[in-house]
């Protein structure tokens, strides 16, 4: 089969790298798998065997997701848009895919619900209606009012087949931030969560001992970069490696690096980071989806600083969650200086270090067979 994901990543690269990870399972099990992208693009991701369409780019401004820009930071015109439903458009009737995914939306990304609900109406109109299916992680910005869940639980009833939810219902069900009335339960599909296959350690043990400070790809974590730099000048006896995502990352990371001390390493971020991982002393970043998980995998003692500005709650309840293992702590921004920081990984050197995850990670190839299967049953009607 032909499987299309749409996705729109408009602050960090979360999104795009769940989407491409599940596009990758896809590809793996022998289907044809097509990435539409609307945010910038992330050339350090791995796409391999995915056929990448990028379309105009679109971010935030800032946590505003309701203001979009363009390219070059200027308000999106509707040429722009128009532009982006076009490609949209036209890429899903030549492709014709069987399964059209949509990552977050209707859950989210309502400020480009035109555009969404375009591919959804071309998916629908193809010789071969596409099954629709909704993509979302485990914990969603929970609606600011009665009537924004209620117009999501609408188009789900109108327009889609099934809701995936990449997590484990015992451990973070979607009702745990979402309201789940029986209409929208009845669509619901946990695929448990959707981590890439593990990665080795690195061969010449590349971060080995290193405080690693990573903050995702967006333009956000210029507090927890500052915070390392000062908690590096204050214990010249750690190594200190900060890796610098999002657009201009060299040009960011030159910046931090003018201010550095002689015991911190600053760099783009790179593809060998989950590998780094396993060597580290202790892990400083946000608490996204993709980074909790390769915690997971790694058991890398962890100081996580949840993304809460705007009144954000996602990274805070995953922060919370995961800080019941041994092996994690959480710093909320309000709190974060070097001083500590510092604090927050001494404590940790004194914990006993939690082994690797192994099981309920594998939701990218459990992804593939609920597709599959409710593509098969579709059919058979």
């Not at 041994?326 to 604090?343: D, K, M, Q």
């Given at each position: ?302 100081v996580l600083v949840p993304f809460d500005v705007g009144g954000e709650v996602e990274q805070t309840l995953r922060a919370t969650a995961l800080a019941r293992l ?39 190839a459990e992804t593939v067979r609920i597709v599959q299967k409710l593509l098969d049953s579709r059919d058979a009607d």
């Open positions: 089969m032909t499987v299309a994901i749409l996705v729109t990543h408009l602050l960090g690269t979360g999104h795009l790298a769940r989407a491409l990870t599940l596009a990758r399972a896809f590809a793996a099990a022998g289907h044809r798998a097509i990435v539409l992208s609307g945010g910038r693009p992330v050339p350090h991701l791995d796409a391999t065997g995915v056929r990448l369409v990028q379309l105009p780019p679109l971010q935030s401004d800032g946590v505003n997701f309701t203001r979009l820009l363009d390219d070059s930071g200027a308000d999106a015109t509707a040429e722009v848009l128009h532009a982006r439903q076009s490609l949209i458009a036209q890429t899903l009737r030549d492709e014709a895919p069987q399964v059209l995914i949509t990552e977050l939306f209707p859950f989210g990304r309502r400020v480009l619900r035109d555009e969404f609900l375009t591919a959804v109406e071309a998916a629908r109109s193809l010789p071969q209606p596409a099954l629709v299916c909704a993509s979302i992680r485990d914990i969603l910005a929970p609606p600011s009012k009665p009537a924004k869940a209620q117009a999501t639980d609408d188009i789900i009833d109108q327009h889609y087949d099934a809701v995936l939810v990449h997590s484990d219902a015992e451990i973070a069900p979607l009702g745990a931030s979402w309201p789940v009335k029986s209409r929208l339960a009845t669509r619901l599909r946990y695929t448990g969560f959707v981590a890439s296959p593990p990665a080795p350690p690195h061969a010449d043990g590349t971060g080995f001992g290193e405080v690693l400070v990573s903050a995702g790809g967006g333009g956000v974590g210029a507090p927890v970069f500052e915070a390392a730099l000062d908690a590096a000048r204050a214990s010249p006896q750690r190594n200190w490696r900060l890796l610098v995502g999002g657009s201009h990352a060299a040009d960011r990371a030159r910046t931090l690096a003018t201010t550095a001390p002689e015991n911190a390493r600053v760099e783009p971020a790179r593809p060998d980071f989950r590998q780094m991982l396993h060597h580290a002393e202790v892990s400083v970043s946000m608490a996204g989806y993709n980074t909790a998980l390769d915690l997971l995998q790694t058991g890398t003692p962890a041994p092996g994690i702590s959480v710093l909320r921004s309000c709190e974060l200086s070097g001083a500590t920081l510092l604090s927050q990984i001494d404590k940790l050197g004194a914990a006993p270090r939690r082994a690797p995850r192994t099981e309920g990670l594998d939701g990218a």
